[in-house]
C-alpha cells in the first residue's frame, strides 16, 4: 500500500488534494501533516476524517526531530509538500515566520525523505508546491513558463523561490526525486478570509468596506482549486521526475474588475439594489512591493499531461460564492478570534 505523506492538508488547497487523494485511491495510506496555524482548520475534511484510508497527524514542519521521527514511524513513499506561510502581506510584516516555515520546514521534509529513502530512491517522490510569484512580476504583456528566471519581489515569494531552489538542489546533489509545480492564484471553497476573493465575499455580507491596494489595476491570473488539486494528480502520478510544471488558468483579471463582477454577482444572490456592494469599494494604500501582473503559460502540463481547467471563471466564482453564502458558521469562525486583531491592524489602524 502506498503511503502518500501531504502536508498542510488542513489548509485551502491542501484539503481540496487531501480530499481528492482519499476519495480517488482508496488503496493509498493518506496521511495529513498540519500545525493547524490560523490557516489550518480540521473542518475543511470532516467529510473524509473517518475515511479508512485517511490519518491525520498534528505536527510542525519546523520541528525537524518530530519530522524524522514522524518518517521512520510511518515509512512514507511520497511527498506532496503544501504547508507553509502563504499569505503576502503577513509576510511584510512578519518575515521571518516564512523562513522559518517556507525554508527551514521544507529543509527538514527534504532531509528526513532523503535519510528515510537514501538506499532505494526507486518509486519515492518529493513533490513541491510553490508558486507562480517567484518570477517576480510581468509587465503589460508575456507570459510566465517553467524557464523564466526567477526574481521574487515579496518575502513570501523570496521564501518560497528558497525552497524552490533546495528542492531542485537535493535532486541534483543527492538525486532525490521531485517534482515543482508553480501555480497562480487559486480561488473556491474553504480559502481563509485574508485573500482577495473571500475577503471580500465576506465583507459584501457583512456590508463592509471593500479595501482595494493602490488604483486596483493589478493583474492576477485566477484558478478554481478543484482544477489545481486536479493538476496535482496529474503531475503527481505522471509528472517527469525532476522536473516543473506551471499551472494557470488562462484567466487574467484585473483587481478591480474581478471584484465589480463579484459586487454584481453577490447584490443579485442577497436580492440587494444594483450597484450597492460596488458602493462599499475603497481604494486604500497600495502593498509595499506589489507585483503588478501574474499570468502563466500553462502549454507544458497541457501538452504533456492533457490538463486544462475544467471549470470556468464564472462557473468557478458561482461555485465559490454559493459555498460561502452555504457556510456562514464557518466563515464566522474562522472571523471569531485572533483574525480581528489581523484584521484591524491590517486595514483600520493603517
Ligand atoms: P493556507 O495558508 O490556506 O494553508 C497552509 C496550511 O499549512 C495550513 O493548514 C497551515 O496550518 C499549514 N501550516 C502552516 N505552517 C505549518 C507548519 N509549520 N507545519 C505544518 N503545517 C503548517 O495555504 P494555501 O493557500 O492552501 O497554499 C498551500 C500551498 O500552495 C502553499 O505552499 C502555497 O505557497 C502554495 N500556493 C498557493 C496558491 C494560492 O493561491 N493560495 C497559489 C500557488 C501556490
Ligand atoms: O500567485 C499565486 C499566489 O496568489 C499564491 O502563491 C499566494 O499564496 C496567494 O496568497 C496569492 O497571492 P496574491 O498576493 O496575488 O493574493 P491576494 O489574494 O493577497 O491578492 C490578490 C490581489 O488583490 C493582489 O493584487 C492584491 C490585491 N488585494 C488583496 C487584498 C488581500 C487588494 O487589493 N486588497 C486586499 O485586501
Not at 246 to 269: P, S
Not at 329 to 348: A, H, M, P, R
Request: hydrophobic fraction near 35%; glycine fraction near 6%; include cysteine.
Amino acid at each position: 500500500m502506498m503511503k502518500v505523506l501531504i502536508t498542510g492538508g488542513a489548509g485551502f488547497i491542501g484539503s481540496h488534494v487531501v480530499r481528492l487523494f482519499v476519495n480517488r485511491y482508496p488503496d493509498y495510506e493518506v496521511f495529513n501533516l498540519d500545525a493547524l496555524t490560523y490557516a489550518g482548520n480540521l473542518e475543511n475534511l470532516g467529510d473524509i476524517e473517518d475515511a479508512s484510508n485517511y490519518t491525520f497527524l498534528k505536527g510542525d514542519i519546523n520541528n525537524a526531530l518530530e519530522i524524522d521521527d514522524l518518517f521512520k514511524k510511518h515509512q512514507f513513499d511520497k511527498v506532496i509538500h503544501l504547508a507553509a506561510e502563504s499569505h503576502v502581506d503577513r509576510s511584510i510584516s512578519d518575515p521571518l515566520a516564512f523562513v522559518r516555515t517556507n525554508v527551514i520546514g521544507t529543509m527538514n521534509l527534504l532531509n528526513a525523505a532523503k535519510e528515510l529513502w537514501k538506499d532505494n530512491f526507486k518509486n519515492k517522490l518529493f513533490y513541491h508546491i510553490s508558486t507562480d510569484e517567484v518570477y517576480g512580476t510581468l509587465g503589460e504583456t508575456g507570459l510566465f513558463n517553467e524557464n523564466t528566471a526567477y526574481d521574487p519581489n515579496s518575502p513570501y515569494s523570496a521564501s518560497k523561490a528558497s525552497s524552490d531552489h533546495f528542492v531542485r538542489a537535493y535532486g541534483e546533489t543527492y538525486d532525490l526525486p521531485y517534482v515543482i509545480s508553480n501555480c497562480s492564484n487559486n480561488y473556491g471553497p474553504n480559502q481563509f478570509p485574508e485573500k482577495l476573493i473571500p475577503l471580500f465575499i465576506n465583507n459584501i455580507i457583512q456590508n463592509k468596506q471593500l479595501p482595494v491596494y493602490g488604483d486596483g489595476k493589478y493583474t492576477r491570473d485566477w484558478l478554481y482549486v478543484i482544477d489545481h488539486a486536479i493538476a496535482i494528480d496529474l503531475a503527481f502520478h505522471q509528472g517527469k521526475t525532476k522536473s516543473t510544471y506551471n499551472i494557470g488558468g488562462f484567466n487574467e483579471w484585473q483587481n478591480i474588475d474581478l471584484v465589480k463582477l463579484l459586487c454584481k454577482i453577490m447584490d443579485k444572490k442577497l436580492d440587494r439594489a444594483e450597484g450597492a456592494s460596488e458602493g462599499l469599494i475603497t481604494y486604500i494604500k497600495d502593498r509595499p512591493g506589489h507585483d503588478k501582473r501574474y499570468a502563466i503559460d500553462a502549454s507544458k502540463i497541457n501538452k504533456e499531461l492533457g490538463w486544462k481547467p475544467s471549470v470556468t471563471f464564472e462557473q468557478g466564482l458561482e461555485k465559490t460564492i454559493d459555498w460561502y453564502l452555504k457556510n456562514e458558521d464557518w466563515l464566522k469562525n474562522v472571523t471569531s478570534g485572533k483574525y480581528q486583531e489581523y484584521y484591524t491592524k491590517q486595514y483600520i489602524a493603517n
